[in-house]
Nanobody
Framework: QVQLVESVGGLVQAGGSLRLSCAASGRTSSTPNMGWFRQASGKEREFIATITGVGSTKYADSAVKGRFTISRDNAKSTLYLQMNSLKPEDTAVYYC??????????????????WGQGTQVTVSS
């Protein structure tokens, strides 16, 4: 079974940057496709970006494009999300996720099998 553990988020001022990480353990070869999602209070879970096992990426056509970057270090079994030029509307709980073939470059949450515990990111104005 794969487990995902996210780094602690935090409070950051608008315009600042933050990098989230997500450490994977277990049989990670079964879930090579990984992604980041977020969920603001009272809203549905929102796709941010996904990356395949060999580094191909897909981003949401939303305000995060151009500001957020997804990456991974397979040697460390770790997924990253670099967030720049943060805005108050980026405030949310951020989740990493992992999936098998069904999650290949997919933006739909249900295609991912494993989820991290979520980490709160708060951006102050």
């Amino acid at each position: 079974q794969v487990q995902l553990v996210e780094s602690v988020g935090g409070l950051v001022q608008a315009g600042g940057s933050l990098r989230l990480s997500c450490a994977a353990s277990g049989r990670t070869s079964s879930t090579p496709n990984m992604g980041w999602f977020r969920q603001a209070s009272g809203k549905e879970r929102e796709f941010i970006a996904t990356i395949t096992g060999v580094g191909s990426t897909k981003y949401a056509d939303s305000a995060v494009k151009g500001r957020f970057t997804i990456s991974r270090d397979n040697a460390k079994s770790t997924l990253y999300l670099q967030m720049n030029s943060l805005k108050p509307e980026d405030t949310a709980v951020y989740y990493c996720a992992a999936g098998g073939a069904s999650a290949y470059l997919r933006s739909t949450p249900r295609t991912y099998d494993i989820w991290g515990q979520g980490t709160q990111v708060t951006v102050s104005s």
